[in-house]
């Protein structure tokens, strides 16, 4: 059983447990005695970054670890999340780490991993290597401590990749594009695609100091984007998350397409072009019900998943499909990548841009949400409201006056320590009425 790893790896307050770089060490170590079970054979793991000042110490204690099991490290620096999937494959690795918290503020930090196909480990595999962890660690002989190496070229493998996912002879030559970077991970390597592409670039988001990463910036917080939009008469923005693998678009107005939008608009191009695997889109519960409907009236299904990008990816790969994501804007094409990329994912919308001659507005608003209320309460450590009978009334009350003109989804958070009350529904006033009345009944809890 996993009580270390949540939805999207290991995740916490930096020098805060479990986000030690004690406990650090011996993850690495415990990761490196999970997969380097041939102990004649040499073995290797790369490890990137995002730009979090906490980066460096998580780093130092990985490849520690590491080494310390006979594993040879190799080091990215900071490049995306998707480049760690990419490379840990490209480069015959056994294993890749990724130390980011992805979207959240600098002071939080996590460790993702990913297993030699450069795919998120599975709940078991990490489930065994929790097990190693609480157990008596063998390390290497002195001789075969492993070496560690620093990796100069990386990002730069990252980029030709995700430019080869255009057709070579598009260009984006007249393009006014605003990529906002978040100060995080895709900082260098978004501007240079999109320039080297062809693209007046407006960066935004690209001067991380260790603590600004995802600060007033970012698919979090697209506001500095849509300013930038407007004043340098741009066409669109590209707004990436501190680790870059989820992408919200902004259309020449500064007004946001979030996963869901884009998802249609890609899931609609490649059903007409006979692209999409399985005529099916996997998307979580999260998605919105609009979204649902607009494919339905197009033909193609939707495969719902619980939330987090490894449970869409877990079930594309179980069902053979090649489009996948998330609201929050994860872009799953496994045409092209094994994880979330939001550059990918933003190339294609400026793909459908070039090959329509469509500004962005017009291809931003595929289907007409139905209003949608997510509300997140936060609840002490150790503590779980939604077991108390007063939520538990509350939850079949709403889920009573809902029947058959809605949804409801209460979940908890599996990166920080939330409860998420989510409902849908056509009639707003009633839409808020149960949310409110649910969140106030997991207030009194937690």
Known sequence: MRTLFGTDGVRGTANTHPMTAELALRLGAAAGRYFRRDTSAAHRVVIGKDTRLSGYMFENALTAGFTSTGMNVLLLGPVPTPAVGMLTKSMRADVGVMISASHNPHHDNGIKFFGP?????????????????????????????????????????????????????????????????????????????????????FPVGVSPNGTNINQGCGST?????????????????????????????????GTQADGDQIMALLAGRWAGEDRLAGGTLVATVMSNLGLERHLGALGVSLHRTKVGDRYVVEAMRNGGFNMGGEQSGHIVLTDYATTGDGLIAGLQFLREMVQTGKPASALARQFTPVPQLLKNVRFAAGSDPLASAGVQSAIAAAEGRLQGTGRLLIRKSGTEPLIRVMAECEDEVLLADVVDGIVAEVERAA
């Open 117 to 201: 196909d450069g795919f998120k480990l599975s709940d078991g595999a990490e489930a065994e290597i929790e097990s190693i962890l609480e157990g008596d660690i063998t390390l290497a002989s002195a001789a075969n401590i492993g070496r560690a190496k620093r990796i100069d070229d990386g990002r730069f493998r990252y980029v030709e990749r995700v430019k080869s996912t255009l057709p070579p002879d598009l260009s984006l030559d007249g393009l006014k594009v605003v990529i906002d970077c978040a100060n995080g991970a895709g900082y260098r390597a978004a501007p240079e695609v999109l320039w080297e592409l062809g693209a007046e670039v």
């Open 221 to 253: 917080d697209t506001r500095t984007a849509a300013e930038a939009v407007v004043s340098h008469g741009a066409d669109v923005a590209i707004c990436l998350d501190g680790d870059a693998d989820r992408v919200i678009v902004l259309d020449e107005t």
